[in-house]
């Protein structure tokens, strides 16, 4: 029958020492906002040739998943329409009044 083995105990001090560092220190992640700004994303869209998801994103500072809500919400309004893309990563392009 074979037990397990016994780690060295310079093995065991690595392990100790890097679980502990894991949740402390480093750099502050960003605060990403969930709602987007209806009024403000309209405007992008509109003053932009084409947009696509993340880039909505950035310039509103959301999340990626409320920005791809906004802009499926506007196409299925009119304001925009799609134009390119494949696998959920679509081109979208302002409707021409």
Known sequence: MAGTKKASPS????????????????????????VIN???ATKIVQNSKVITVHELARQTGVKVSAANVFLKDSLKKGIIKKIGGFSGHYIYQPVSS
Do not use: L, W, Y
């Open 11 to 34: 093995t065991q001090k690595d392990s100790k020492k890097s679980k502990k560092d894991k949740g402390e220190g480093g750099p502050k992640k960003a605060e990403i906002t969930v």
């Open 38 to 40: 209806e009024k403000e």
